[in-house]
């Protein structure tokens, strides 16, 4: 089981700067990854400010000139507001510039009135299963250096090949566990799966549940599962039932360092 970091992009970790510090920190640590979220408005609440948010592409840029060792990528990035031809763009050059250290975790976005109808976007989540499905396809064919010839609901894409063709980047999915089936199939399709829990006053999943989802992934080849480590969690009992990522989560600049030069739990 590998371990990482996975920090907001705003509010302390606004400026690129910090983050690329810690990342220092925890490839030095030897943890062996750094996410970071990707919001554009992380609060949406009449009245109040929001707080000051970091571009997620600059910041991973940062941390990848910043270290040499770690793997890095968002935790997630919500694709069915981006321009997929951008992102693969993006991720081709930032994969490139990392020598292959780069992951996309991928998910639907929340919250939906910031995010998305705050800027005139189709925030239903019909609409937006729809975009990531067909984002995902287009990616997929982009990276493998293909014409591509794709015309679906929401996206219609004819474009000779992109060039230079990445390194294979792994394709994380973002789920609600327990949840319905569609995202779980999803997740299958592709590298990995971040299982979020479904019920919102529980902020971790558990060694049971982590069971349940590799039986309902159906999946015996190399696939990831990454967790988010509670504090009474034992790492331990969660590589045993088939969790390839621990990830923790901090909200300041202090705590961050703290736990980056601690090391991980291994």
């Known amino acids: ?35 970071i979220w990707d919001h554009l408005a992380p609060a949406f609440v009449p009245g109040r400010p929001m707080p000051p948010v970091a571009d997620a592409t600059v910041a991973l840029t940062a941390i990848a000139v910043a270290t040499n060792r770690i793997c890095f990528g968002p935790m997630i990035t919500p694709l069915p507001r981006r321009r997929v031809q951008k992102v693969a763009r993006e991720f081709g050059s930032l994969d490139l510039l990392s020598g292959g250290r780069a992951v996309l975790g991928v998910g639907l976005g929340v919250p939906v009135d910031a995010e998305f109808e705050s800027f005139g976007e189709d925030g239903s989540d019909l609409a937006r299963a729809q975009r990531l499905d067909e984002s995902l396809e287009v990616l997929a064919s982009l990276w493998r250096g293909e014409d591509v ?14 060039t230079p063709v990445p390194a294979r980047i792994p394709i994380w999915i973002a789920a609600t566990w327990p949840g319905r089936a569609g995202p779980i199939r999803r997740a299958a399709r592709w590298d990995g799966v971040f299982p979020i829990p ?9 060694v049971d549940d982590v069971v349940a989802l590799r039986v309902a992934i159906e999946r015996t080849d190399e696939y990831d599962i990454v967790v988010n480590g509670g504090p009474a969690a034992v790492p331990e009992e969660f590589a045993a039932a088939g969790v390839t990522w621990w990830i923790e ?13 601690e090391g991980p739990p291994r």
């Open 149 to 162: 010839a794709f015309d679906g609901r929401h996206l219609h894409v004819h474009t000779p090949a992109f």
């Open 198 to 206: 479904d019920d919102p006053m529980n902020d971790f999943i558990t």
């Open 1 to 35: 089981m590998k371990f990482a970091f996975n920090l907001p992009n705003f509010g302390e970790f606004a400026d690129p700067r910090v983050l690329a510090e810690v990342a220092v920190a925890v490839e030095a640590g030897g943890w062996d990854g750094l996410f």
């Open 249 to 261: 989560t901090y909200f300041t600049r202090d705590d961050a360092l703290r736990r980056a030069k």
